[in-house]
């Protein structure tokens, strides 16, 4: 089964502080990807990648930065973290055919004070 | 840019019975895919069922089916013999063959009555 493990379940940070979100999968995936998870707004597309080192905004990347320094290894950044940026973060990873599901890790529920 | 729409935010079903919920898109391309996700309660999403917009046969799988009507952009999922454990949030997506942008739209819960 595909493994897609997101670092933290439960993140409480400060306004200000630079929050880093690691997601890790164990399937060779070429495309990897962050959305955040908001009631009344389903998931929305951060950033994501096709490939290492590549990089492709989403519909809300203000406020966030990614790394893809390994194929398994997708980072969200929040340079400067603010209460706005609370919500659920979900990492998602899948081969390159664009008829390839996605596959989702447990998601990160992120507090900022 | 895509939109992905579900104007129900919450349905309720009798066990035993058959939804149905709604989806709608908009795109100006032609060759795209469409999957239909369920996040059951604090846990972990997965796939309930995927169509390529080039094939005119709606996909089925087991008791989920979906009406794909790409004139329309109307992609809507059928529930048939509901169980307890089809309560969840369900989310349509979106992916462009483009750019591999796989977009989701708001959800909507399922609740099943017993």
């Known amino acids: 089964d595909v493994k897609v493990t997101q670092s933290s379940r439960y993140l409480v940070k400060r306004t200000g502080e630079k929050v880093f979100l690691e997601c890790v999968q164990d399937m060779d995936h070429e495309n990897m990807f962050w959305y955040r998870q908001d009631p009344g707004l389903g998931l929305r597309l951060i950033y994501f990648?096709?490939?290492?080192?590549?990089?492709e905004k989403g519909d809300i990347p203000e406020g966030y930065s990614v790394s893809r320094e390994k194929k398994e290894r997708f980072s969200l950044i929040l340079e400067s973290a603010s209460t706005n940026q609370t919500s659920m973060y979900l990492c998602?990873?899948?081969?390159?055919?664009?008829?390839?599901?996605?596959?989702f890790g447990n998601g990160t529920r992120l507090t900022v004070t | 840019a895509q939109t992905v729409t579900q104007s129900q935010p919450e349905m309720s079903v009798q066990e035993a019975e058959t939804v149905t919920l709604s989806c709608t898109y908009d795109?100006?391309?032609?060759?795209?895919?469409l999957f239909w996700y369920k996040q059951p309660p604090s846990r972990q999403m997965i796939l309930v069922i995927r169509?390529?917009?080039?094939?005119?046969q709606n996909a089925t799988e087991n008791r989920f089916s979906v009406n794909f009507q790409k004139a329309a952009k109307s992609f809507s999922l059928k529930i048939s013999d509901s169980q307890l454990g089809d309560a969840a949030m369900y989310f349509c997506?979106?992916?462009?063959?483009?750019?591999?942008?796989?977009?989701f739209g708001q959800g909507t819960t399922l609740q099943v009555k017993p």
């Open positions: 998602a990873s899948s081969f390159g055919q664009n008829n390839s599901p996605l596959h």
């Open positions: 990648s096709y490939d290492v080192k590549m990089k």
């Open positions: 169509q390529e917009a080039y094939k005119q």
């Open positions: 997506a979106y992916r462009s063959s483009n750019t591999g942008k796989l977009i």
């Open positions: 795109t100006s391309e032609s060759d795209y895919y």
